[in-house]
């Protein structure tokens, strides 16, 4: 089934604080080496104490409005997804809104799928701009893990940068092109989790240290090697194509090592899959956007393309999408 939308348009915004192994490594019983080898990872972004998700989001929204020849006014429906959301209610997503100016558009936030969350986002407006509610829908994935990762916590610091990603998706009238296929499933896992500030662990003093990010890597490592190459197997298959057709792989910028086998796995050349993760680190929602924008940005997607867009979360959920660019 081919569903006619176009990504018009990438932006992403990078907090400027650079953080080094050296610097983790000073506080944390860990070093370069064992961090550049486990993750790949070599630095990532922190965001500055007095700036929030929603700053990020709009942020990268601006380059990608730009990139899409559109204002904020155009824009029919925000999408963020983020797991570190400004706070519990109001919407990131309306707060997004009224930072922009976009008076038109209706807001959704994703927000439990953590790092599969930009894939949802992505789904979800595809499935908008099939309706007359939309014509231009404005995706957002942002996360700043670094204020729910315990300082101490040489298990969750290395690995997580912050950063936002963003996506302008139109409709397309060129032939062939848009969502070709898609695949996402789900296995209930509580190895990546934040335990506390919800119904069944209310904040409070007792609960503080619960509120952390707490993962096992050693779980996500098999289930993201087992699931992420089978979910873009089964996508590519629905779409009608062989792996070989596929241009582009925007995958999880989760661990340089998890990236390496799912394409070892797929057999693809790993020329074909951008990486951001050494640079940024695992950026949560916003790890696919920034290896679309990689690719958008320098142009380097051409009419006619196919590519896949695949990531996985906590909970576990995963999801593969597969477009031919219009």
């Given at each position: 089934?081919?569903?006619?939308?176009?990504?018009?348009?990438?932006?992403?915004?990078?907090?400027?604080?650079?953080?080094?192994?050296?610097?983790?490594?000073?506080?944390?019983?860990?070093?370069d080496e064992w961090i550049v080898s486990r993750t790949g990872i070599r630095v990532r972004r922190r965001l500055a104490p007095d700036r929030a998700?929603?700053?990020?989001?709009?942020?990268?929204?601006?380059?990608?409005?730009?990139?899409?020849?559109?204002?904020?006014?155009?824009?029919?429906?925000?999408?963020?997804?983020?797991?570190?959301?400004?706070?519990?209610?109001?919407?990131?997503?309306?707060?997004?809104?009224?930072?922009?100016?976009?008076?038109?558009?209706?807001?959704?936030?994703?927000?439990?799928?953590?790092?599969?969350n930009g894939v949802q986002a992505l789904f979800l407006a595809t499935h908008l701009l099939q309706t007359s509610a939309a014509s231009t829908v404005l995706v957002i994935a942002a996360d700043c893990a670094s204020r729910v990762t315990a300082p101490a916590d040489r298990t969750t610091r290395v690995f997580f940068g912050d950063a936002a990603g963003a996506a302008v998706l139109t409709r397309t009238s060129s032939a062939g092109a848009g969502l070709l296929g898609w695949d996402f499933g789900t296995e209930l896992s509580y190895d990546v989790e934040i335990p506390a500030g919800g119904s069944r662990l209310p904040a409070s003093a007792a609960s503080a240290p619960d509120h952390y990010l707490k993962m096992d890597g050693r779980a996500v490592w098999n289930t993201a090697t087992r699931c992420l190459p089978d979910s873009i197997l089964r996508a590519v298959d629905e779409a009608g194509l062989a792996m070989e057709d596929v241009t582009h792989f925007f995958l999880h910028q989760a661990n340089l090592n998890i990236i390496t086998a799912a394409l070892d796995k797929l057999g693809v050349s790993r020329s074909r899959a951008p990486i951001t993760v050494d640079h940024l680190g695992n950026t949560g929602s916003a790890g696919v956007f920034t290896a679309l924008h990689s690719a958008f940005g320098e142009g380097a997607v051409s009419p006619g393309d196919t590519y896949v867009v695949s990531s996985i979360g906590a909970g576990f959920q995963w999801g593969t999408l597969c477009f031919r660019h219009g």
């Open positions: 089934m081919n569903l006619p939308v176009t990504v018009a348009g990438t932006g992403v915004h990078l907090p400027p604080e650079v953080v080094t192994n050296a610097e983790l490594a000073s506080t944390l019983d860990t070093s998700t929603s700053d990020m989001c709009v942020a990268a929204a601006h380059p990608a409005l730009a990139a899409a020849g559109v204002t904020a006014r155009d824009v029919d429906a925000i999408i963020v997804g983020t797991y570190t959301y400004d706070q519990p209610l109001p919407s990131t997503a309306l707060i997004v809104k009224e930072l922009l100016g976009a008076d038109r558009a209706l807001t959704l936030d994703i927000t439990q799928a953590a790092c599969a």
